[in-house]
């Protein structure tokens, strides 16, 4: 296979930085249905990843192995190591591995009869916080990361229903900050935003990095070229590709990644 | 990644790109060749479609930039895609100077027309310098034609030798307008013209280290333009990467 080239780790240098996460011979499987074919590939810390790829590649399926959200799938199974600061998240608690590596999904998904502010409280509300100070503090903090306060300090006992689509996908971002993960997922965040909402949104990622580990999917290439400083490419289950952005978009190492990228696929 | 209709509308613009390119290439090369015949003949009309010739690759040289700033901003190309617009653009760049010094060459010969001009097989040299100029300028155009890399990677040792040659045919003048064997006035102008021989070459070095960019992605150090340069001082193209120095 081509994506051989990468070595048996896929094991990109970052330039020395230390690897947030790293992914050893993953494989991911619904039922019998293999998705993810032995996955190599690590994720610098304080920086964004994208990952890019058709249409059933594998790539929602590979960051939802990031938190153990495959699992969760009827018939998901999951094979080899992902190693969140070198220990295998897979021989730990799953929600505490939730709360260290958070996600935002596709479609904003705020909790439709809960104001903005009990949207952000909720995962400390659900790990025992009850102290008002110290959630009033942690809404606002989130709020204010999520670049949403501005626009919502004036209605945060609102609903968070009421908010636009970009409103609403920061505000489930401000809700995944709350809990102070280490690791933030991202599934195509902005497929169903329009491009103000999207532009937002994509400031939002480019500051989060500062803090955070940022591994984003999307079928969006001029976006990963936009945010993520590293990009891997998956075609049908394995990974090809994954090198700096800039190496990626200006001189791919596999004729496949090409092919994609330029749109000569299929 | 663009869709299958975005591809097929890249593909086609960068097609009629491609087609621009050449046109260009062969009217640079037609030019060069057009004003060494000017300048060995003295025939005025080879200067006159040297004049037109520039004229023609200038107007080329905005078409070209224009359909490449739209390219870039209609379709974000990546990659093969991206390195061939830009390539491109700094090509017509090259291809234009060429244009330009043609011109400058063909009214150089204008002026030795009207004088006592001594013939340019006495200045051995500036023939052999012509000679490999335009071989120089035709490989390149024609590796950025063909997609080819490996026919340009000697090119900066051959720009060594028009140096080279530059730095003779410049002493050989000078020597021979002391013992006044040449007139200062044709002298000056031969002077003038081994410059722009020079400076061709420079531009064929440039369009080689492009198409090897365009093809290979790899970045040679291009070619630093040595106008304001000492003469003799020879800041040579830096050698690309794995090239021996």
Not at chain 1, 97 to 118: A, C, E, H, L, W
Not at chain 2, 170 to 181: P, R, W
Not at chain 2, 188 to 209: K, T
Request: hydrophobic content about 40%.
């Amino acid at each position: 296979m081509e994506g051989e080239a990468l070595g048996p780790s896929a094991g990109l240098n970052h330039d020395g930085a230390p690897a947030k996460m790293s992914v050893a011979k993953l494989s991911a499987f619904y039922g019998k249905k293999k998705a993810v074919s032995d996955v190599s590939l690590s994720f610098r810390e304080n920086s964004v990843t994208a990952i890019i790829g058709p249409s059933g590649c594998g790539k929602s399926t590979l960051i939802r192995c990031l938190n153990r959200m495959h699992e969760v799938s009827p018939g998901g199974r999951v094979e080899g190591q992902v190693l969140l600061d070198g220990e295998d998240i897979y021989t730990q608690d799953p929600v505490t591995v939730r709360r260290r590596i958070g996600m935002v999904f596709q479609k904003p998904n705020p909790f439709p009869t809960m104001s903005v502010y009990d949207n952000v409280a909720a995962g400390l509300r659900l790990n025992g916080v009850r102290k008002r100070e110290v959630l009033d503090a942690a809404v606002l903090r989130s709020l204010k990361q999520a670049a949403l306060w501005d626009e919502v300090k004036e209605s945060v006992h609102g609903s968070g229903n009421r908010l636009s689509g970009g409103q609403q996908q920061r505000l489930c971002i401000a809700r995944a900050l709350a809990i102070e993960p280490e690791v933030i997922l991202m599934d195509e965040p902005c497929s169903a935003l329009d491009p103000i909402a999207t532009a937002k949104i994509e400031d939002l990622i480019f500051d989060l990095q500062k803090s955070y580990t940022v591994v984003i999917v999307t079928h969006n290439m001029q976006q990963a070229a936009r945010v993520a400083e590293y990009t891997a490419f998956m075609y049908l289950g394995e990974l090809i590709e994954y090198d700096r952005t800039k190496k990626i978009f200006e001189q791919p190492a596999q004729k496949l990644t090409e092919n994609y990228i330029t749109g000569r696929f299929g | 990644m663009p869709t299958a209709v975005e591809r097929k509308a890249l593909s086609e613009a960068l097609d009629r790109l491609n087609e621009n390119m050449r046109t260009m290439s062969e009217l640079a090369v037609l030019a060069i060749r057009k004003a060494v015949q000017a300048l060995e003949k003295g025939r005025s009309h080879d200067a006159d479609e040297v004049f037109t010739l520039d004229e023609e690759i200038y107007g080329l040289k905005h078409k070209i930039e224009q359909s490449c700033i739209e390219l870039i901003a209609l379709y974000a190309p990546v990659a093969t895609d991206l390195r061939t617009i830009t390539a491109s653009l700094e090509i017509t760049t090259d291809l234009d100077r060429i244009g330009r010094y043609s011109k400058d060459i063909a009214e150089a010969a204008e002026k030795l027309r009207g004088m006592s001009r001594e013939s340019l097989g006495k200045v051995g040299n500036l023939t052999r310098m012509a000679d490999l100029t335009i071989q120089m300028i035709e490989t390149s155009v024609n590796a950025f034609a063909q997609r080819q890399a490996d026919p340009v990677r000697d090119i900066v040792r051959t720009d060594d030798a028009i140096d080279t040659l530059h730095d003779e045919v410049f002493q050989e003048l000078v020597e021979k307008m002391t013992d006044q064997s040449v007139a200062p006035r044709v002298g000056a102008q031969y002077i003038l013209i081994n410059r722009y021989f020079e400076r061709l070459a420079d531009h064929a070095v440039n369009i080689g280290l492009d198409v090897i960019y365009m093809i290979t992605a790899e970045r040679p150090i291009k070619a630093k333009h040595r106008d304001s340069t000492p003469h003799g001082a020879a800041a040579g193209p830096s050698v690309p990467p794995g090239e021996p120095s």
